[in-house]
């Protein structure tokens, strides 16, 4: 069964009313953070408050981000997430398969159950150079997170339509995360106001080939779930690709035609993918 990642929420831990909402918005999964959404002095109280609530979601998956690596609160965030259980841990600043694999030793270490996976947020220039090592160092790995925010800083870049300072970064982690066959998702909008200019992101991020986006506001769910889903369009071109080579090839056929257009079996392992990612999300 394919998981969904259209839409993936950052919802902030030390808020728990915001915590409760996260419960009636349609985001295919939430992220329950301890990091940037949280000050110094509550994150203690952000941590139990969010370890308590990681089973209150239903089926969604749910996790938790932890503090980075190089913060006092790194190594308590980890044992306890371990303890939680949640879908996964989501890592800020992975920069080297080493860190990854001390990841995976803390979780282990605190009896983190075989379900809690690794979500490591690639946002460095070193983390784009070696994304493909950060992907393959360990099989609880599962999902590579853009942090374009962090990159446009340290690159010196500038936010504008089209982001083309940060596309030879986002392609590199695309390859890596193909290449390695993880999940990989795209980094978040700041401007919540501009739905326009946030749905062309999502159509970018769509068409470079991201599984899904991260989010900062409910508000962008929708529009998020609705562009990385697949259309009733593609839907039924995917079972018209799949039925047709499937009937050619009863027929003995080695020649497959579909609107015009020849089908390999590239075409129909897309098509199928489209039909699994339907079916998952209910389309």
């Known amino acids: 069964m394919t998981t969904?990642?259209?839409?993936?929420?950052?919802m902030p831990g030390a808020n728990e009313r915001a915590l409760e909402k996260a419960k009636t918005i349609p985001a295919d999964a939430l992220i329950l953070d301890l990091e940037?959404?949280?000050?110094?002095?509550?994150?203690?109280?952000?941590?139990?408050?969010?370890?308590?609530?990681?089973?209150?979601?239903?089926?969604?998956?749910?996790?938790?981000r932890v503090n980075g690596l190089d913060t006092e609160w790194h190594d308590a965030d980890l044992r306890a997430a371990a303890s939680a259980g949640p879908a996964a841990v989501v890592v800020p600043k992975v920069n080297s398969a080493a860190e990854v694999h001390n990841i995976e030793r803390a979780l282990e270490l605190g009896g983190a159950p075989d379900h809690t996976k690794?979500?490591?947020?690639?946002?460095?220039?070193?983390?784009?150079?070696?994304?493909?090592?950060?992907?393959?160092?360990s099989e609880r790995l599962t999902v590579?997170?853009?942090?374009?925010?962090?990159?446009?800083?340290?690159?010196?870049?500038?936010?504008?339509?089209?982001?083309g300072p940060l596309l030879g970064g986002l392609s590199l982690c695309l390859l890596a995360a193909r290449a390695t066959?993880?999940?990989?998702l795209d980094g978040v909008y700041n401007d919540v106001k501009d739905l326009e200019g946030f749905e062309a992101e999502?159509?970018?991020?769509?068409?470079?080939?991201?599984?899904?986006?991260?989010?900062?506001?409910?508000?962008?769910v929708e529009p998020c779930?609705?562009?990385?889903a697949?259309?009733?369009?593609?839907?039924?071109?995917?079972?018209?690709?799949?039925?047709?080579?499937?009937?050619?090839?009863?027929?003995?056929?080695?020649?497959v035609t579909v609107d015009g257009r020849m089908i390999e079996n590239l075409h129909v392992d897309n098509a199928r993918r489209v039909l699994a990612l339907a079916e998952a999300v209910g389309s």
């Open 4 to 10: 969904p990642r259209r839409s993936v929420l950052y």
């Open 36 to 64: 940037d959404a949280v000050s110094p002095d509550a994150k203690e109280a952000a941590r139990e408050r969010v370890c308590a609530a990681v089973g209150n979601y239903g089926s969604r998956e749910v996790t938790i």
């Open 118 to 137: 690794i979500w490591a947020m690639v946002e460095t220039p070193v983390a784009m150079l070696h994304a493909e090592e950060i992907a393959a160092a």
């Open 144 to 163: 590579l997170v853009m942090g374009t925010n962090d990159l446009a800083k340290e690159l010196h870049a500038e936010f504008v339509p089209g982001r």
């Open 181 to 184: 066959g993880r999940v990989i």
């Open 202 to 220: 999502c159509e970018q991020g769509r068409q470079y080939g991201f599984d899904g986006k991260t989010l900062i506001h409910p508000a962008q």
């Open 225 to 228: 779930n609705r562009i990385f």
């Open 230 to 255: 697949p259309s009733e369009e593609e839907i039924d071109r995917s079972r018209r690709i799949i039925s047709a080579f499937e009937e050619a090839r009863a027929a003995g056929r080695g020649v």
